[in-house]
């Protein structure tokens, strides 16, 4: 909350507090008038917890405005016409793992992947964000549109941190020092970044390479674009922005990026005729 109170006041911006409840799961034979009761009682308590939170001394002078949404998951509430015009979504994340985190994932794994705004995962958050080191990772060929102009009003709020491009170079998508070099000098440009540096990792997996070079620099916050992908092609390729999340220690900050151009490829096959 803390960190929340603090974003909001850095950019000006209206916070809005928001639980979902979750119905009984299917299976569960509770009767009708026990689930009624037992909602209320959940309702009560969500209230009074959102009063509570009201009185904290960091959100004085902050427009607040409370939200008790009845869902299946967190996710649902992309899906509110109310906050579709929201700037940033921050949560507190304890991650997931082993077995659990293989089949469900974490509640910041489900809402990365289905967000199309800025996303800020915290794990035991300082009272409080000091940006002095920020590592962005990308491959510098993505297109973050709008999102690029949020990363930097944010640091636009904080005092000249250093801002460490990252590409991690791995053996299945190696790409050469000469490659990358001039694209990530291109990048830098096209959004007219400023106190930044140039960084290659080397690494099996950039999950691997991100991490240890993000604890290497002591870095404040990690930053890195997310494409969103769903179904299948989830299920194939993952996201490293929500194992990253997932994982990571330190702040996690997820942009959208543009649609991926999927080409269309066209199979001509001759089957030989013998005679």
Same mark, same amino acid.
């Given at each position: 909350?803390?960190?929340?109170?603090?974003?909001?006041?850095?950019?000006?911006?209206?916070?809005?507090?928001?639980?979902?409840?979750?119905?009984?799961?299917?299976?569960?034979?509770?009767?009708?008038?026990?689930?009624?009761?037992?909602?209320?009682?959940?309702?009560?308590?969500?209230?009074?917890?959102?009063?509570?939170?009201?009185?904290?001394?960091?959100?004085?002078?902050?427009?607040?405005? +409370?939200?008790?949404? +009845?869902? +299946?998951?967190?996710?649902?509430?992309?899906?509110?016409?109310?906050?579709?015009?929201?700037?940033?979504?921050?949560?507190?994340?304890?991650?997931?793992?082993?077995?659990?985190?293989?089949?469900?994932?974490?509640?910041?794994?489900?809402?990365?992947?289905?967000?199309?705004?800025?996303?800020?995962?915290?794990?035991?958050?300082?009272?409080?964000?000091?940006?002095?080191?920020?590592?962005?990772?990308?491959?510098?060929?993505?297109?973050?549109?709008?999102?690029?102009?949020?990363?930097?009003?944010?640091?636009?709020?904080?005092?000249?941190?250093?801002?460490?491009?990252?590409?991690?170079?791995?053996?299945?998508?190696?790409?050469?020092?000469?490659?990358?070099?001039?694209?990530?000098?291109?990048?830098?440009?096209?959004?007219?970044?400023?106190?930044?540096?140039?960084?290659?990792?080397?690494?099996?997996?950039?999950?691997?390479?991100?991490?240890?070079?993000?604890?290497?620099?002591?870095?404040?916050?990690?930053?890195?674009?997310?494409?969103?992908?769903?179904?299948?092609?989830?299920? =194939?390729?993952?996201?490293?922005?929500?194992?990253?999340?997932?994982?990571? =220690?330190?702040?996690?900050?997820?942009?959208?990026?543009?649609?991926?151009?999927?080409?269309?490829?066209?199979?001509?096959?001759?089957?030989?005729?013998?005679?």
């Amino acid at each position: 909350m803390p960190v929340a109170a603090q974003l909001a006041r850095l950019l000006n911006a209206e916070l809005h507090l928001i639980h979902v409840l979750s119905p009984v799961m299917p299976g569960f034979t509770i009767p009708l008038h026990n689930a009624n009761e037992q909602y209320r009682q959940s309702v009560t308590l969500i209230e009074q917890a959102f009063d509570e939170l009201q009185t904290m001394h960091c959100l004085s002078g902050i427009r607040v405005q +409370t939200h008790l949404l +009845t869902g +299946t998951e967190p996710g649902d509430l992309l899906d509110d016409d109310r906050f579709s015009d929201a700037d940033l979504l921050v949560m507190a994340s304890a991650g997931a793992t082993g077995l659990a985190g293989a089949l469900m994932g974490s509640n910041a794994e489900h809402l990365i992947q289905r967000a199309k705004l800025p996303v800020l995962v915290l794990k035991n958050p300082s009272a409080l964000l000091d940006l002095k080191t920020v590592v962005f990772a990308s491959d510098f060929h993505d297109h973050y549109n709008e999102s690029i102009d949020f990363l930097k009003s944010l640091l636009g709020g904080f005092e000249k941190p250093i801002l460490h491009l990252l590409f991690v170079n791995t053996i299945s998508r190696f790409v050469p020092t000469h490659e990358i070099r001039p694209r990530m000098e291109a990048f830098a440009a096209r959004y007219a970044l400023s106190d930044y540096t140039f960084n290659q990792q080397d690494e099996f997996d950039v999950e691997t390479g991100l991490l240890a070079f993000a604890q290497d620099k002591k870095a404040d916050l990690i930053v890195l674009g997310t494409h969103g992908r769903r179904g299948l092609r989830h299920l =194939l390729q993952g996201s490293v922005a929500e194992d990253v999340a997932n994982h990571s =220690l330190i702040p996690v900050l997820t942009l959208p990026l543009q649609a991926e151009h999927i080409p269309i490829v066209l199979l001509d096959v001759v089957v030989p005729t013998l005679i």
